[in-house]
């Protein structure tokens, strides 16, 4: 047999719970009874199985580290039961038989109980003989604005069918739903389609948590004199107050206008002000600006300390 470790897929520095937990994933995709007539998965099972059985062991685990025990977990310079051959007799059911050892499933219930628990199945003891199918994963993308105030898509499975699926308010990215039985079919019940959600970019709108961030540019006049200017929302647009003497960076806040949370207030939208000057100013701007600046200097980076 190969070194244990490589066959359980870990590290030789790897924790005792660490090595249980790739165990049960291993057991999962090659249980004899999710691979029925494999004989070439069975035997992967078996080791999976006896490697398992050596490092769950403190003992064993320890003298095959030191080099005192073969991977079979033989006394080094010693042909075991297990050399050459195969040590459960021909078929995994016989593990027990065969070494003289509790069934490596005993601490999880049974052979049967862990079977039963990955395939979604069984109550308990008694073989599963009914396994779920297994569940399917679609991307579904999704507008923005529509994520964020609720819609409906259509989405075609992989069998061919097309449903309706619907989109609740405020869905954010990765978020996912489960159509119940509308994954594989199994000789018991379907197992799930599990849409993800990836929600599609905003031209203008950015999201944080359940507020909306957006960008506004105005003119110098604007940023002055003060004025009002029409801003787009998740439905629709409204009219914000430009105060007189506005910075880029000012931030006026648009209460509920963020993403709807289902409860009794939504999130907000936090409009950030930047000032934009023309693509080619004029001489008469230039010459007016020239000339207060003469009068009226002053650096706006001396409140940061870098003059």
Known sequence: MRDPYQILGVEKSVSAA??????????????????????????KFKEVTAAYDLLSDADKRARFDRGEVDAQGNDRGFAGA????????????NYTRATGKEDPFAQFGGAEDIFAQFMGG?????????????????????????????????VTLGSGKTIDVSIPPGTSEGHKLRLRGQGETGTGSAGDAIIEINVEPHPHFTRKDNDINLDVPISLPEALLGGSVKVP?????????????????????????????????????????????????????????EKWAKKNAYDPRKKLGWT
Request: proline letters at 7%; a positive charge.
């Open 18 to 43: 660490e090595i249980k937990s790739a165990y049960r994933k291993l057991a999962k995709k090659l249980h004899p009874d999710v691979n029925p007539g494999r004989k070439d998965i069975e035997q």
């Open 82 to 93: 297990g050399a050459g051959g195969d040590p459960f007799g021909g078929t995994w059911r």
């Open 122 to 154: 069984g109550r308990g003891r008694g073989r599963a003989s009914n396994p779920r199918g297994a569940d399917v994963t679609y991307a579904l993308a999704v507008p923005f604005v529509e994520a964020a105030l609720g819609g409906k898509r259509r």
């Open 233 to 289: 929302t998740l439905d629709g647009h409204v009219t914000v107050k430009v105060p007189k003497g506005a910075n880029s960076g000012t931030t006026l806040r648009l209460k509920g206008k963020g993403i709807p949370t289902g409860k009794n207030e939504n999130g907000d939208m936090f409009v950030k002000l930047t000032i934009v000057l023309p693509e080619t100013p004029d001489a008469g701007l230039t010459d007016l600006v």
